[in-house]
């Protein structure tokens, strides 16, 4: 007897076109968050598949810190220009001169809090009723908990004990007025089904996520990269190093890793082989024990 | 064991999902934690946080279960609240784990890890045999449709490894079996916290000579678990590209819930009837459109028809000589989830396949006892965690099969109207 069968990058790959899919169908005005980083790259990808030959039926939205490597936003234009898709940024720095956020001090200073404001604000003039991201469950515990379809009160707030329950396939996309949900077609990936799909995708990233040279200084267990949004303290002394970054987001909070990893496959091999998170080059996670999860309270990405 | 990275063993590997169950303190997050440990899919930075909690509060030895902890109110009640979902991969297969609360009043979460899987691990407490929770957690199994189950009887450390005592469960876990729709069903002696029979076997059961539970996991025959034979297709959404270049495609995307479609197919469209031919199925590589010589349940795909009927989304594209049930009159099992009581004679909103639609819930029929396994005709009032069965008829109607048959055309939700909360998951008798 033959028997039909999908690999597990080819299910996940299905299982996320449906539900990217199903937000175009339940939703009237959704946007795809772009953040120049892999996961958000790799949902683009799939937003294509799923809807050639016609364009994506969405904009992407960009939230801008201000502190982005020059890299990612060049990478973005072009992607859109590839693609036809719109954009739409929203700057922090708008936010900030509004005096609806205010400027963290101090050394270890980030714009990553100060997004959700922008990013809240963004959801509300475009009118959006749904925000596809590409957090993933593996990435920290209470990503572990989030659902396909993950509902947003009016305050866009997350209530993690109080969520609808997810069966099938059977996405309940009702919302009263003002509310609006998130939605994480890669939940069931994890970084290794990332790079591996990458891989076998043959998707083009920002040459970031690859080893190169860098000036960039060690503080605690993280190596930042060089740059005029980070303070330097006095005994800091940026130096030569050859790194790469395992995932992308603000130069101030996103760490490097020593790596010689010049190609996709040797990602795989290094990720494969890693012993840490790739959060755990995460700053903005380091705060405390449930920084995600307040954070994502409050209506982070 | 490290995961695969090699690139053809990694275009081949399986997935498996499975969801564990079992009552407050069987050790159900150890062994999870023994797992993901065993497999290296615990990181150090988390081990280190592991440890250094486990420290905080005391305990002698690291505390797995702490691993699978996730929000703060669990940690501060030390108990979970809600289905969390873990990954771990070995070089055979990707695993996924619907972790679901034990907890008697979370059978809500017990049933939606269970919708989406395709094994089941009971945990039963060597010193404490078959209680009513098992009974409860294989009846929602059973309900489920879930193809495999493995009974791992936990704690053989603290019962002297004894045989005795294993053989016991084993028989007293038979004659429940027997009264559930189960097929495949496996039996190991473990000890999450020492780790016997998990990944590594155990150097004190000599007298087992079944597979460890890893392997058991990456070797359960699953090819077999999705329905090839009847051909299902609900239309998700229509693709009219705006281009010149593609005037007048008009594509059908959606999930294959069952079955094989090819080109040349001879189909039906439900619900106007209309036949056609399938001419093209694509999906998308390398920014190009690929035709398929044919394609099967799970891929999500696009398929293109000889005629120009008129078809949208919540229409169904099957084959002419086997098509599913068209009706309005459905009887069902439900599960209840919300505090509000089913409310009879009651209108609910109702999500079918990719189809919405309104209901009326005609009449309760029993509700079943699920600890004893026994239906109650006296006591219909259906609540929180209540599992019965009921008469509903829809607005228009459903195209189905039972849920036995296919577990995507058979099933369905029911949404509470004034508060948008979902409310009851039902599989169609």
């Given at each position: ?33 772009f953040?120049?980083g ?7 990808h ?120 997810e ?6 996309a ?47 267990n993280?190596?930042?990269a ?8 006095e ?14 987001g ?32 995460r ?6 024990e ?12 | ?21 079992g ?28 440890e ?32 969390a ?131 058991l ?31 007048d ?8 819930a ?10 039906k ?7 056609a031919?399938i ?22 795909v696009t ?9 949208s989304?919540?229409?169904?594209i ?12 459905i ?30 819930i ?11 396994l ?51 998951a039902?599989?169609?008798?």
């Open positions: 007897m033959h028997y039909y069968h999908l690999s597990h990058l080819h299910q996940l790959e299905s299982e996320a076109i449906f539900v990217i899919r199903e937000a175009a169908a339940q939703f009237e005005h959704p946007v795809l968050l953040s120049g892999k996961d958000s790259i790799v949902m683009t799939l937003a294509y598949k799923a809807f050639y030959p016609a364009r994506i039926p969405f904009p992407l939205l960009h939230i801008d810190t201000g502190h982005n490597f020059p890299e990612t936003i060049e990478y973005r234009d072009n992607l859109v220009n590839k693609l036809g898709v719109r954009l739409e940024v929203r700057f922090v720095q708008d936010s900030i001169d509004k005096g609806r956020a205010t400027e963290e001090k101090g050394p270890n200073a980030s714009r990553n809090l100060l997004q959700t404001v922008t990013l809240l604000d963004a959801l509300e003039e475009l009118k959006v009723d749904a925000a596809l991201g590409g957090a993933r469950r593996d990435e920290e515990k209470a990503r572990a908990k989030e659902r396909f379809f993950s509902h947003r009160d009016e305050f866009s707030q997350w209530d993690p004990k109080n969520q609808r329950p069966l099938w396939y059977l996405f309940n009702r919302r009263h007025a003002g509310e609006h949900f998130r939605i994480f077609p890669l939940s069931n990936w994890t970084e290794l089904d990332i790079w591996q799909y990458i891989a076998m995708e043959k998707i083009e990233l920002p040459n970031l996520y690859f080893s190169h040279e860098r000036d960039c200084i060690s503080r605690g993280m190596i930042l060089k740059s005029d949004y980070l303070y330097l303290r005994d800091e002394k940026p130096q030569r190093m050859r790194v790469r970054f395992r995932t992308i603000d130069m101030t909070c996103t760490g490097a890793v020593l790596s010689p990893a010049a190609s996709i496959d040797d990602i795989i091999i290094e990720v494969a082989a890693s012993r840490v998170t790739e959060r755990g080059t700053a903005d996670d380091k705060r405390s449930t920084a995600m999860e307040d954070r994502k309270k409050a209506g982070y990405f | 064991m490290s995961p695969p990275f090699n690139q053809e063993s990694y275009l081949n590997m399986e997935l498996l999902r499975f969801t564990t169950a009552s407050v303190d069987d050790g159900k997050s150890t062994l999870i934690g023994r797992l993901l440990l065993d497999c290296k899919a615990i990181f150090e930075d988390q081990l280190e946080a592991v250094q909690t486990s420290r905080r509060k005391g305990f002698s030895h690291v505390d797995l279960s702490l691993v699978t902890d996730g929000l703060k109110a669990e940690r501060e009640q030390g108990i979970t609240i809600d289905v979902y873990r990954y771990f991969a070995t070089p055979k297969r990707k695993f996924i784990i619907a972790d679901t609360p034990g907890h008697i009043q979370y059978t809500r979460n017990m049933v939606t890890g269970a919708s989406t899987a395709n094994l089941a691990i009971i945990l039963i407490d060597a010193r404490k045999g078959v209680v009513e929770q098992t009974n409860r957690h294989s009846f929602i199994a059973s309900l489920l449709g879930i193809p495999h189950i493995i009974v791992c009887i936990n704690k053989m450390d603290l019962v002297e490894y004894s045989e005795v005592v294993f053989e016991g469960i084993v028989q007293e876990y038979k004659k429940l079996s027997s009264k559930l729709d189960v097929k495949d069903v496996h039996f190991i002696p473990i000890s999450a916290l020492n780790g016997d029979n998990v990944v590594e076997r155990s150097q004190n059961m000599d007298w087992y000579q079944g597979p460890t539970l890893l392997y996991l990456e070797h359960v025959h699953i090819t077999g678990d999705e329905n090839h034979i009847d051909c299902r297709f609900p239309v998700q959404y229509v693709i009219r590209p705006q281009q010149k270049e593609f005037h495609y008009r594509g059908y995307a959606g999930r294959i069952s079955g094989v479609f090819k080109p040349g197919d001879k189909v469209v439900l619900p106007s009837g209309f036949a031919q001419t093209a199925i694509h999906q998308v590589e390398h920014g190009e459109l690929e035709a398929l010589d044919e394609a099967f349940s799970p891929q999500s398929i293109t028809l000889d005629t120009d009927v008129d078809i989304r919540g229409d169904m099957v084959r002419e000589n086997n098509t599913p049930t068209v009706g309005q009159d009887d069902m099992m439900v599960c209840w989830m919300n505090d509000k009581k089913l409310v009879p004679n009651g209108k609910y909103a109702i999500r079918h396949t990719t189809k919405e639609a309104r209901c009326i005609k009449d309760v029929r029993y509700k079943v006892d699920i600890n004893s026994h239906r109650n005709e006296q006591d219909k009032e259906i609540g929180m965690n209540d599992i019965g069965r009921i008469l509903i008829r829809t607005t228009v109607p459903l195209f189905y099969d039972s849920y036995r048959k296919n577990r995507i055309t058979g099933s369905v939700i029911l949404i509470d109207e004034g508060t948008n909360e979902t409310v009851a039902g599989m169609i008798i």
